[in-house]
């Protein structure tokens, strides 16, 4: 059975920084790409990174040089890092493995002072 679980979501204020991770369980990590996603309150669900199995990543230009996707497959595991962060980056944040319904539980992020 394949699981995703995300942690390290909290409160940080304006301009600080959070590190999500992503635990897949199941022997399938190393073989998906895995994508990060957050919803923010009345709003639907929006893409913010992938990285291939291969390392390969893409960004949303709006989280273009804070955010960083990396993937370490011996631990089974995707993080990002998020700097600079604004209040408007305030979400709920989901992993995904790329082209399957698989997704996390998702890791609440909220920017405030």
């Known amino acids: 059975q394949v699981q995703l679980v995300e942690s390290g979501g909290g409160l940080v204020q304006p301009g600080g920084s959070l590190t999500l991770s992503c635990v897949a369980s199941g022997d399938i990590f190393r073989n998906y790409g895995m994508g990060w996603y957050r919803q923010a309150p009345g709003k639907g669900r929006e893409w913010l990174t992938s990285?291939?199995?291969?390392?390969?990543?893409n960004y949303l230009d709006s989280v273009k040089g804070r955010f960083t996707i990396s993937r370490d497959n011996a631990k089974n595991t995707v993080y990002l890092q998020m700097n600079s962060l604004k209040p408007e980056d305030t979400a709920v944040y989901y992993c995904r493995f790329l082209g399957t319904g698989y997704w996390g539980q998702g890791t609440q992020v909220t920017v405030s002072s």
């Open positions: 990285i291939t199995n291969s390392g390969r990543t």
